[in-house]
């Protein structure tokens, strides 16, 4: 199940870029059809890694989830502090993602586990200084948090791994949750890449 609800981040992005090649001309529009982009690839790398699963998969499925995750964080930092989006804040950590997915698997989790906590930390930030992004931002990180719930209390050792249920016999898992829920996350926030207002004079 885990390799079907991947498929829910490539209709993600497909959703994502379809409105966003509307606004293909602003550098809005092309942050978002680079997030569509990156969230349609997570998809197809999470499909290899719980399907097929050959030993190379960290390459296909590491670097789009890095390269969303930075493009977040680096969006979200540029539109506090006033500064213009560099493209090589977002590319230059899914190059190097992309290096140590195939030399060391758990240095490139551990690096997109750090990207992670930046991009949602900032994300809480952004959220209070600008109105304008605030119900999206809230909203996906809801999502992310109910997702990382299920799919954390359902991993083996804990209290929702029960092989026995009728949840498991379906074929559904925490992690397949997580998928969905995780998908839906990045739907809902693709709007507010690329948004920009003026400071609201929050400290």
């Known amino acids: ?31 978002q059809i680079a997030f569509a982009v990156l969230t349609a690839f997570n998809g197809v790398g999470s499909v290899v890694q719980h399907g097929p699963a050959p030993t190379w998969n960290p390459v296909l499925h590491d670097p789009p989830l890095m390269g969303a995750l930075a493009l977040v964080a680096a969006d979200g930092i540029a539109d ?13 950590p899914t190059a190097v993602c992309l290096v140590l997915a195939a030399l060391s698997p758990g240095v490139s989790a551990a690096a997109q586990s750090a990207v992670a906590v930046a991009a949602v930390a900032v994300t809480l930030v952004r959220a209070w200084r600008r109105p304008a992004v605030r119900p999206r931002s809230v909203v996906a990180l809801g999502l992310l948090a109910v997702g990382g719930v299920v799919g954390t209390l359902s991993r083996p050792g804990w209290p929702w791994c029960d092989p026995s249920s009728a949840w498991f016999a379906s074929g559904w898992s925490g992690h397949a949750v997580w998928h969905v829920l995780a998908a839906a996350a990045l739907w809902v926030l693709a709007p507010a890449v690329g948004h920009r207002e003026p400071d609201d004079g929050a400290p």
């Open 1 to 31: 199940m885990s390799a079907w609800t991947s498929l829910a981040f490539v209709v993600a992005g497909v959703a994502i870029l379809a409105v966003a090649w509307r606004r293909r001309g602003t550098p809005a529009g092309r942050l």
């Open 80 to 92: 506090l502090t006033g500064r213009r989006l560099r493209h090589a804040w977002w590319v230059v």
